[in-house]
């Protein structure tokens, strides 16, 4: 069964409630970059929720609203505002720009005003009574977003085409995360995404979300992350999981 969330946390949660529950929540756009939200959710939830796979999607939005009216606001998430925000300011100048949890929430609150519109899904349109007005074309430039299946059981996937997540915590002093990140070049482990998020409460600490390629069923990999993890106050693991093809939307 699928059920909507009205925002990442509520996705998390829910996986949280129950043992078989799968969530999907953005990790990265094209355009507007990381998904901080999720990151921090991952870092928070670390050996209790594990990605399952991660997933791209080529993501077609259109504006919904009213037509004839005169579009004074438009919602949608902060990551389309930004892919389109060259088309909103040509097209719409007046209109002011609402960032908001989702598109579905985007199209929501167009639905109950007359004189706003949301960037959306086109499927949104029928869900809550707008029309397609048009169709934003931003030059060739792919929006793509990627995406993380999570839940509460980690991943036993070996396949082909395998990255691995993992939360580092180094220490706090000059060097720490040059150090870390050594084992993996001289190893030739590749790390494909690399994002540090400060520590509540503690000013100017962080912590390290990284994605690498392969598995520590690898030798080189498994060696790698052991001689990274003797520099790091503590690692670790998100779960080793498949990357799906680029889908379409």
Not at 27 to 44: F, K, M, P
Not at 94 to 122: E, G, Y
Not at 136 to 163: W, Y
Not at 186 to 214: A, C, M
Request: glycine share 8%.
């Amino acid at each position: 069964m699928l059920t909507p969330c009205p925002t990442i946390e509520a996705v998390f949660d829910r996986v949280l409630s129950s043992t078989n529950a799968l969530g999907i929540v953005p990790i990265e756009n094209s355009s507007g970059g990381t998904v901080y939200d999720s990151v921090d959710l991952l870092i928070r939830n670390a050996g209790r929720v594990f990605i399952l796979e991660e997933l791209a999607m080529d993501v077609r939005i259109a504006l919904l609203g009213r037509a004839g009216a005169t579009i004074s606001t438009v919602y949608s998430h902060f990551v389309q505002i930004k892919h389109h925000a060259d088309w909103l300011k040509a097209r719409h100048p007046q209109a002011r720009l609402r960032a908001v949890a989702s598109t579905a929430l985007a199209a929501r609150k167009a639905s109950a005003s007359k004189t706003a519109a949301a960037l959306a899904s086109p499927g949104a349109a029928e869900v809550y009574g707008l029309e397609v007005l048009e169709t934003p074309l931003v030059g060739q430039s792919a929006n793509v977003t990627h995406f993380f299946t999570i839940g509460r059981k980690a991943p036993d996937f070996r396949g082909e085409g395998q990255k691995t997540a993992l939360i580092a915590a180094l220490p706090n002093v000059c060097g720490s995360l040059h150090r870390f990140l050594g084992p993996f070049a001289r190893q030739k482990v590749n790390l494909s995404r690399i994002v540090s998020r400060p520590v509540p409460g503690h000013p100017q600490t962080y912590i390290f979300f990284l994605e690498i390629d392969g598995s520590p069923e690898s030798p080189v990999v498994g060696r790698t992350l052991r001689l990274a993890g003797a520099l790091a106050e503590s690692m670790t693991s998100l779960g080793t999981y498949p990357v799906r093809r680029r889908f379409k939307s």
